[in-house]
């Protein structure tokens, strides 16, 4: 059954010094397009890889990536010289702007400054930790648009129930609008030419049954729709077949009103049902 391209996700896990967290939100799109956000100075070192992990779960969809990463106890010990560093590189700026503060305010100001440098580097195994939070994230969303698109398909069947049977419909009744209207063009040319000409009539009714004869668009309308219920029965993404079989339906169904305009109650009912059905299928991958 085909997927939806619309879901969310939000995956959270801790780990020794830190929890990583994911959000993990997708919409409708023609191809794949991916954004990733998250601490600078972590998204540059990962964001291909999170690109390469998107790319093995979905083929459709803009998606929206949101990497947290917050420390729970400082990841690395501050060393003494960078300390050192840090507090005199404090003293001086004081000094320069001539404002006093105390030792206990230059103490933390200069750990605040060190840690900055020691904080948030990538190591290999940070980013393991976070493409394994990226995966479990990608897999609840693969699972979110399954559901949803579990919606989609209940609700496309039905309207393609809809149009299917104004099909009949119109099948049933067409040879019978066709023998009323060579009856009316055989009555209307006997009585300009008179019954002499009635061979005449004849031909010009048979004419007239052929650019009538909607054989053609009928059968290629239940072949579209029986090609849709098969679609719509794929675990492959479909989208984009779905979006071309109804611009083909369209086009028939153009087309049948045009030839038989005694339908065209049914064929406005279609097109509007089918214009829904094509709403729908712009959120299926």
């Known amino acids: 059954m085909p997927y939806s391209m619309t879901g969310f996700a939000y995956v959270s896990k801790s780990f020794d010094q830190y929890e990583i967290s994911v959000r993990m ?13 998250g601490p600078r100075d972590v998204i540059p070192f990962i964001e291909l890889d999170v690109r390469k992990l998107i790319q093995t779960y979905f083929d ?21 010289d960078k300390l050192k560093d840090a507090v005199l590189t404090i003293k001086n700026v004081m000094k320069d702007i001539n404002l006093s503060v105390s030792d206990d305010k230059v103490y933390d100001l200069a750990s ?62 067409k040879d019978e609008i066709i023998e009323k209207a060579k009856q009316r063009i055989t009555e209307k040319v006997k009585e300009l030419l008179g019954e002499e000409y009635s061979e005449r009539a004849f031909i010009e009714a048979t004419l007239l049954a052929d650019k009538m004869d909607i054989t053609e668009e009928i059968v290629r309308l239940k072949s579209h729709i029986q090609r849709f219920k098969e679609l719509l029965k794929s675990d492959k993404p479909v989208g984009r077949k779905m979006d071309f079989l109804c611009q083909e339906m369209h086009r028939e169904i153009n087309t049948l009103g045009n030839k038989m305009p005694d339908f065209s109650e049914y064929t406005v009912e279609m097109k509007t049902t089918l214009e829904k059905i094509r709403q729908q299928v712009q959120n299926l991958e």
């Open 60 to 80: 459709r969809g803009s998606f929206q990536v949101f990497i947290d990463l917050k420390y729970t106890s400082p990841a690395i010990t501050l060393q003494l």
């Open 112 to 173: 605040d400054l060190a840690k900055e440098s020691e904080e948030q580097i990538l190591d290999e195994e940070m980013k393991t930790n976070i493409l394994e939070v990226l995966k479990l994230a990608a897999e609840e969303l693969k699972e979110e648009r399954k559901k949803e698109g579990e919606k989609l398909v209940k609700d496309i069947e039905e309207k393609l129930k809809i149009i299917e049977q104004y099909v009949e419909i119109i099948d049933k009744k």
């Open 25 to 37: 939100k997708s919409v409708n799109n023609k191809g794949l397009d991916i954004s990733v956000k």
